[in-house]
């Protein structure tokens, strides 16, 4: 029987998802579907309860039930449960288990641009839902100097102090981040500042730059943000959100199918679906 996929968020309708999974099941020959479900928070228990009842095979979560389906799930994955957030539902033998790989794919998707992480100084300017993912599963990963600079600092005080895995952190406002930047060989910016339709704007000025860091945004829309074009100017390297979302996306995949997919492949989908140049 074909089996059936989606991803529920409230709005979806521009979800690269669909395209990406389904593009995956064709070229894996796997019998099966995946489908946006538009899933208002008032309706999110019994969706997941239907979705038990009819046997779905999995599911992605986005914006806003990744906090709050977890409370309907059958069972948690350790480091989701730390970060308080799923984004990744698999149906194991009629039971609903959360996992979180935005952390993990962000991970992943630098690992290629910074293969040993080793001894070096990161800087991530947000504490939102992604930056905690981020930060817990950078944490979880071994690495140890992880400072936070976020607009309202008790949010990155409270990341910093609910982070069950080893590492020293310092919290910073924006304009100290800016004042320290010299100091990091990796800045990651999770805000929600330059993104789309808002790109002429930056969380910070990167002046202080190290020509040698490298900035990486996990926004994808637009392909290139403002921090991204004024890091280029000072010489450093940049990348931009799609690696995440591909990798978010392709261990879920891997955890539905037992695959780990095509990632050139899947990055040129998403790319298409931006209208970027690379396809
Ligand atoms: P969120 O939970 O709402 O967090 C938003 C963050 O942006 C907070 O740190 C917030 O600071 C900061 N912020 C918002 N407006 C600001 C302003 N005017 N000035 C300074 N800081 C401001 O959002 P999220 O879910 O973490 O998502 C953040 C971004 O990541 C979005 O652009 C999203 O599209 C992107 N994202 C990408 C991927 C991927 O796969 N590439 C995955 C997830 C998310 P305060 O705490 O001070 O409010």
């Known amino acids: 029987m074909k089996k059936l996929y989606g991803v529920i968020g409230d709005p979806v309708a521009h979800s690269m998802s669909p395209v990406m999974h389904n593009d995956l099941f064709e070229l894996y020959s796997i019998d099966a579907t995946y489908v946006a479900f538009h899933v208002k928070p008032d309706d999110l228990e019994d969706a997941v309860k239907g979705f038990k009842a009819i046997g779905l095979s999995g599911l992605s979560v986005t914006v806003p039930h990744k906090q709050s389906i977890m409370s ?3 069972e948690i994955d350790p480091l989701a449960q730390a970060i308080g957030a799923v984004n990744t539902v698999v149906n194991e033998n009629g039971r609903l288990v959360g996992y979180n790989t935005d952390g993990s794919g962000y991970l992943e998707g630098i690992k290629k641009e910074v293969p040993s992480f080793a001894d070096k100084e990161i800087l991530l300017i947000g ?25 309202t600092t008790p949010k990155a005080d409270y990341l910093v102090e609910n982070c069950p895995y080893p590492r020293n952190s310092q919290v910073l406002n924006l304009e100290e ?8 060989d990796l800045i990651v910016q999770t805000t929600s500042i330059g993104m789309h339709p808002d790109v002429e704007s930056s969380p910070i000025s990167v002046e202080n730059l190290r020509p ?7 926004i994808y829309s637009p392909l290139e943000t403002k921090i991204m074009r004024e890091a280029k100017r000072k010489g450093a390297r940049t990348q931009n959100g799609i690696p995440m979302f591909a990798y978010q996306g392709a261990l879920q995949f891997e955890k539905w ?3 780990f997919p095509d990632i ?5 989908v998403c790319l298409k679906q931006l209208g970027g140049k690379k396809c």
């Not at 939102?128 to 690495?143: E, K």
């Not at 981040?177 to 990091?184: F, P, T, V």
């Not at 040698?212 to 996990?218: F, G, H, K, N, Y």
């Open 72 to 74: 309907f799930l059958d």
């Open 212 to 218: 040698t860091a490298l900035v990486s945004d996990i």
């Open 264 to 268: 050139e492949r899947m990055q040129s």
């Open 177 to 184: 981040a800016e004042e320290q930047l010299a100091k990091y």
């Open 127 to 151: 504490a939102g839902g992604a930056a905690r993912g981020i930060y817990f599963t950078l944490a979880q990963a071994g690495l140890k100097n992880i400072d936070i600079a976020n607009r």
């Open 257 to 259: 199918t037992g695959i």
